[in-house]
C-alpha cells in the first residue's frame, strides 16, 4: 500500500501575492475557486496561518501579514561609545 501525501501551500490559493510598504504588511488576495477545489475552509486557513512573528488578519478575500517589530531599548549602551553615559547616535 502506497501513502501519498498532498499539501497546498498559500501560493495554491492566491490570485496575487505582493508587499504593501505603506502598511508594512504582505497582502494575499485569495482565489475562492482555489480554495473550493482543494477543499480548504476559511477557518482551516486562519488555523495554518498562525504566525509566532507576525500579526494575520483574514478577511474574506485577503490574508494581510503584519511582522512584528523587534522590541528596541532606549537604554542600552552603544558599542566603542567614547564617554560613559554617552548616547548612542542611532537614538
Same mark, same amino acid.
Given at each position: 500500500? *502506497?501513502? %501519498?501525501? $498532498?499539501?497546498?501551500?498559500?501560493? #495554491?490559493? =492566491?490570485? =496575487? &501575492?505582493?508587499?504593501?510598504?505603506?502598511?508594512?504588511? &504582505? %497582502? %494575499?488576495?485569495?482565489? @475562492?475557486?482555489?480554495?473550493?477545489?482543494?477543499?480548504? +475552509?476559511?477557518?482551516?486557513?486562519?488555523?495554518?496561518?498562525?504566525?509566532?512573528?507576525? +500579526?494575520? +488578519? &483574514?478577511?474574506? #478575500?485577503?490574508?494581510? &501579514? @503584519?511582522? @512584528?517589530?523587534?522590541? +528596541?531599548?532606549?537604554? *542600552? =549602551?552603544?558599542?566603542?561609545?567614547? $564617554?560613559?553615559?554617552?548616547?548612542?547616535?542611532? *537614538?
Amino acid at each position: 500500500m *502506497h501513502v %501519498i501525501s $498532498f499539501y497546498t501551500s498559500v501560493e #495554491n490559493l =492566491a490570485s =496575487a &501575492i505582493y508587499e504593501d510598504p505603506v502598511r508594512e504588511e &504582505i %497582502i %494575499i488576495e485569495l482565489n @475562492k475557486q482555489m480554495m473550493d477545489d482543494r477543499a480548504i +475552509t476559511m477557518d482551516e486557513l486562519q488555523e495554518r496561518m498562525e504566525l509566532q512573528n507576525a +500579526t494575520v +488578519t &483574514i478577511t474574506e #478575500n485577503t490574508v494581510e &501579514i @503584519k511582522p @512584528k517589530k523587534a522590541e +528596541t531599548t532606549q537604554t *542600552h =549602551a552603544c558599542q566603542g561609545s567614547r $564617554f560613559p553615559g554617552e548616547r548612542c547616535p542611532r *537614538h
